[in-house]
């Protein structure tokens, strides 16, 4: 149900592809070997329920605005992709991330069509729910959960169209379409993600996203009554927690689960780039060598890096915003560089290793010394001269994607002392001078919604408190109980032990 090139022109901007392939100063880009990866650019988008108005078109093919503007995002995402390749920079994934989906995804469409029965299967309103045999009532500006599947699925079938694997739905704002419709996102296709918007001391926010997580931590198994495209692989041992978040302050952040697009009235289409660079992180640290010289050390190794990345960027702005007419203009921002240290699994690519290289920092991550090194890296990579920074620029602590983390998470079942064990605590208290927050930690199966309502409001608390994004995305594992050792199957993943709670 993709959209034609003929009906996306209004949409997609002009047909010609801006390509770059010199830099400001004219000088041609070379392939040389780059310090790190790009994980991701994100193009941000903005959806809005009369998207999904289907259109009969000239050739008599139906698609819908939807498509169009996933067709534009495609288009900026391939043509960046191709440029910073061309540069030397691999690029290992390409994502789209919308408005909150409250905003659209269970709105009704508006349109001329007042008799039910002319309206197609998009576009139809209900003022009931049946799932799983529960009928419930649903808002009067609301649609039904068999509308809202469809739609889901009319948006999976455009990005298989567009080879796009990633697309965060955005973040629920309503404790309802957290516990119903975000599993339902998250289990429709492996591409989908989505969070719950978590302000401080909102107590009914944090519950509906902790029953949530233990939601979606169930949906692998066959009697689960999610309808799913596909095979569940994607879900199999509390996998599906890997697409879901609960989010606190984060606004434009390039990486998922937790991105999300500004609702722009203007409908322009921004979007912004995500880094993976565990190994640079070990070499700028290495040379630092103690945490009075991380800022200068960032100050220049980074900038000599990120400049060449955000001239491409810039460079594609003014391209294509230059070349569009009155009639078919689109605009296209850019929103920055997310600045955050990320790590890999490749040798070498643990953040928490190359923060263990620092003088000041005692022994094992975590121990004394590393929220000094935690504050002193935040502090440079928000500050980086004349870089546009987005997102959490941030020192990024995922248990499950950072070797070394998932080593002392190991190390910490045998821990003799409480001095010796890594902890949702000592990582919560990282995170209150950095980022990103509770991230891919493992734990029990049987901790209790409240119990895991009042670490996500620890962890709002935190955001509200200085202002800063933070997140919490925990993996209550099927069976599981502390100190177990997991048995994820991911090529994203590593594994640890299952930490108490």
Not at 36 to 51: E, G, P, S
Request: charged content about 20%.
């Amino acid at each position: 149900m993709s959209a034609p090139a003929s009906s996306t022109e209004s949409l997609a901007g002009s047909t010609a592809t801006p390509t770059i392939d010199s830099s400001l100063d004219g000088t041609p880009h070379t392939n040389k070997q780059r310090p790190f990866r790009i994980r991701t650019i994100t193009a941000f988008v903005t959806l809005h329920a009369n998207d999904f108005y289907c259109h009969n078109l000239p050739d008599d093919k139906t698609s819908t605005f939807a498509a169009a503007k996933i067709d534009k995002c495609n288009t900026l995402l391939r043509t960046l992709e191709k440029n910073l390749t061309g540069a030397g920079y691999e690029v290992q994934t390409v994502r789209v991330a919308t408005n909150p989906f409250g905003e659209w995804l269970t709105r009704c469409i508006e349109n001329d069509a007042e008799d039910e029965d002319e309206k197609t299967p998009l576009q139809k309103k209900s003022k009931t729910n049946t799932n799983n045999g529960t009928t419930t009532t649903m808002a009067s500006n609301e649609i039904s959960m068999d509308v809202i599947q469809q739609r889901i699925n009319h948006l999976d079938t455009v990005l298989n169209e567009k080879d796009i694997h990633f697309c965060s739905l955005g973040p629920s704002r309503d404790p309802q379409h957290t516990t119903q419709i975000c599993p339902t996102i998250v289990a429709t296709s492996g591409k989908f993600s989505c969070s719950a918007n978590i302000d401080a001391g909102d107590i009914d926010a944090a519950r509906a996203a902790a029953k949530c997580m233990h939601k979606i931590s169930t949906l692998g198994d066959d009697n689960s009554n999610e309808k799913v495209r596909g095979d569940r692989s994607h879900l199999a041992g509390g996998l599906g927690n890997f697409r879901f978040c609960a989010a606190s302050c984060v606004e434009t952040v390039p990486f998922f689960p937790g991105a999300k697009a500004p609702s722009n009235p203007d409908h322009s289409i921004s979007f912004a780039i995500g880094l993976e660079n565990g190994g640079f992180a070990c070499e700028l640290l290495g040379e630092a060598k103690k945490i009075r010289n991380i800022k200068n050390t960032f100050d220049t190794k980074m900038k000599e890096q990120l400049v060449p990345i955000q001239d491409i960027c810039l460079d594609y702005v003014n391209a294509t915003n230059n070349i569009s007419t009155a009639a078919d203009y689109y605009p296209i921002k850019y929103l920055g560089i997310d600045t955050s240290l990320n790590p890999s699994l490749d040798e070498g690519g643990s953040v928490a290793d190359a923060i263990e290289s620092l003088e000041e920092v005692r022994g094992d991550f975590g121990g004394t010394g590393s929220m000094a090194a935690a504050a002193a890296i935040t502090t440079s990579l928000q500050s980086i001269p004349e870089i546009l920074t987005t997102g959490y620029s941030g020192l990024m602590l995922p248990v499950l994607e950072d070797r070394r983390l998932s080593e002392l998470g190991m190390a910490s079942s045998t821990g003799d002392s409480a001095k010796d064990r890594l902890t949702i605590q000592k990582l919560l208290c990282i995170s209150s001078v950095c980022g990103v927050g509770i991230d891919t930690v493992p734990i029990p199966s049987n901790v209790s919604e409240e119990s895991l309502s009042s670490l996500i409001l620890d962890v709002a608390a935190l955001a509200g408190r200085w202002n800063k994004p933070l997140s919490c995305r925990v993996f209550p594992v099927p069976g599981g109980k502390a100190g177990e050792e997991t048995t994820f199957d991911s090529p994203y993943m590593c594994n640890s032990c299952i930490f108490d709670l």
